[in-house]
């Protein structure tokens, strides 16, 4: 049960981070962006599913659990600010994994896919 939720955080986690990228791929349609639009809200939820799943689960697939755990830190930025204690060290990891945000999002819906299987 906690791997069929794992992969459904990581395919929607992974859909939000990897939005720019997909978008350019998806062309007229705008079919990630209808997606990303009905994920949106739950930016915070899927962040924080995609850390305690991968917790949960890490030693079945350490790899895979890693990046789901750095995916989850990356949609929990804007949640950072309110937590003071713990902000400026989230904060410099979150900001040194930006610039990988779309491979992370792409490696975290491949996770996802292959988690189903």
Do not use: C, Y
């Not at 049960?1 to 992974?14: D, K, Q, T």
């Not at 991968?54 to 659990?65: K, S, Y």
């Amino acid at each position: 049960m906690i791997e069929l939720l794992l992969a459904i955080a990581n395919i929607s986690g992974g859909i939000l981070l990897a939005l720019a990228t997909l978008d350019k791929w998806d062309g007229e349609s705008n079919f990630f962006n209808k997606i990303a639009g009905f994920l949106a809200p739950f930016q915070t939820v899927i962040g924080l599913g995609l850390i305690i799943l991968a917790i949960l689960e890490f030693w079945d697939g350490l790899l895979f659990n890693i990046i789901s755990i750095l995916g989850g830190i990356l949609l929990l930025t804007h949640v950072f600010v309110k937590v003071p204690s713990i902000e400026s060290g989230l904060r410099k990891l979150s900001d040194k994994l930006m610039p990988f945000k779309a491979i992370i999002g792409i490696a975290l819906i491949v996770i996802g896919i292959l988690g189903l299987f």
